[in-house]
């Protein structure tokens, strides 16, 4: 009998489950769909990306409008940077009489993490949004149809040339940034301490290891990725006329911006396990 009234007990369970009582919420079903969409736009590219024909010379223009357009915005924010995150490290090592280290800090703190953080951030406001606009605004105008009938593989020309170019251009900008952070750090020292611009930069460098500019690479180019991915698959799959081109454009900037916040724990994660292994062994 008490098998009996379990087994009644599991089918009016199934019976439920089936009725639609336990389905997960909008909010949740909607997230899901999207990184679903998300991980078939990513396995397309992977898939098209060796595939003819090459647009080299697309490739090269988007590289030239994003490196023009984002880099006088990396110029003020890593140099003021620089100068904020000194002034702040400074009332903390004065407390244990260890400003010296100061030079030393602020090397590992913009190289290991500052530099890209700031380019990665800037790259989603600037260049994610431009991209999620622009090709909103040929998806609902139509244009993206129009190439496909005229035999131009939209994916390939529009896609595959705006994500490479980011993965070229986000490092570059990396390094724009660090050096202009580190400048602005050195003028903070410089005005305080009176330390030599030679003295600085040894000190600087005198505690980064090679495994410290390879995570800073590494970071950088899977920021390019995200940022380029994720601002063409917001402008593709863009609906609803305008205003559609406007929420393509924020989420593309939203969406970004918290990729890169999650790379960024995901490589310190990484580059931590790594270090131990290096100097464990």
Do not use: H
């Given at each position: 009998?008490?098998?009996?009234?379990?087994?009644?007990?599991?089918?009016?369970?199934?019976?439920e489950?089936?009725?639609?009582?336990?389905t997960?919420?909008?909010?949740?079903?909607?997230?899901l769909?999207?990184?679903?969409?998300?991980?078939?736009?990513?396995?397309?590219?992977?898939?098209?990306?060796?595939?003819?024909?090459?647009?080299?010379?697309?490739?090269l223009?988007?590289?030239?409008?994003?490196?023009y357009?984002?880099?006088?915005?990396?110029?003020f924010?890593?140099?003021?940077g620089g100068i904020?995150?000194?002034?702040?490290?400074?009332?903390?090592?004065?407390?244990f009489?260890a400003?010296?280290?100061?030079?030393?800090?602020v090397?590992?703190g913009?190289?290991?993490?500052?530099?890209?953080?700031?380019?990665?951030?800037?790259?989603a406001?600037?260049i994610?949004?431009n991209i999620g606009?622009?090709?909103?605004?040929?998806?609902?105008t139509?244009?993206?149809?129009a190439m496909?009938?005229?035999g131009t593989?939209p994916?390939?020309?529009?896609?595959?040339?705006?994500?490479?170019a980011?993965?070229?251009?986000?490092?570059?900008?990396?390094?724009f940034t660090?050096?202009?952070?580190?400048?602005g750090?050195?003028?903070?020292?410089?005005?305080?301490?009176?330390?030599s611009?030679?003295?600085?930069?040894?000190e600087a460098?005198?505690?980064?290891?090679?495994?410290?500019i390879?995570?800073?690479?590494?970071?950088?180019?899977?920021?390019?990725?995200?940022?380029?991915?994720?601002?063409?698959?917001?402008?593709?799959?863009s609906?609803?006329?305008t205003?559609?081109?406007?929420k393509?454009?924020n989420?593309?900037v939203?969406?970004?911006m918290?990729?890169i916040?999650?790379?960024?724990?995901?490589?310190?994660?990484?580059m931590?396990?790594?270090?131990?292994?290096?100097?464990?062994?």
């Open positions: 009998m008490q098998e009996t009234f379990a087994q009644e007990e599991q089918l009016d369970n199934q019976a489950s089936t009725s639609g009582k336990f997960l919420p909008n909010g949740v079903q909607d997230f769909l999207e990184m679903a969409g998300v991980y078939k736009f990513i396995a397309r590219f992977f898939k098209d990306v060796f595939r003819p024909p090459y647009e080299f010379k697309e490739v223009n988007q590289c030239y409008i994003i490196g357009k984002t880099l006088p915005l990396i110029i924010t890593g140099y003021i904020v995150f000194t002034r702040q490290s400074r009332p903390s090592l004065e407390s009489g400003v010296s280290w100061l030079p030393s800090l090397g590992v913009i190289i290991r993490s500052l530099g890209p953080l700031i380019a990665g951030l800037i790259g406001g600037k994610a949004s606009a622009e090709l909103g605004s040929m998806k609902v139509e244009q993206i149809d496909e009938v005229s593989n994916f390939t020309y529009l896609v595959i040339t705006r994500v490479l980011c993965m070229f251009m986000i490092p570059l900008l990396v390094i660090d050096t202009l952070a580190m400048l750090g050195f003028t903070s020292i410089y005005f305080n301490e009176g330390t611009f030679t003295l600085y930069w040894a460098f005198s505690v980064l290891k090679m495994e410290d390879f995570a800073s690479t590494l970071k950088s180019l899977l920021f390019g990725f995200a940022i380029g991915i994720i601002g063409c698959y917001k402008g593709f799959t609906k609803k006329g205003v559609g081109v406007g393509a454009a989420s593309a939203v969406l970004s918290f990729m916040f999650v790379i960024d724990l995901i490589t310190l994660q990484i931590t396990f790594v270090r131990t292994l290096i100097y464990t062994v």
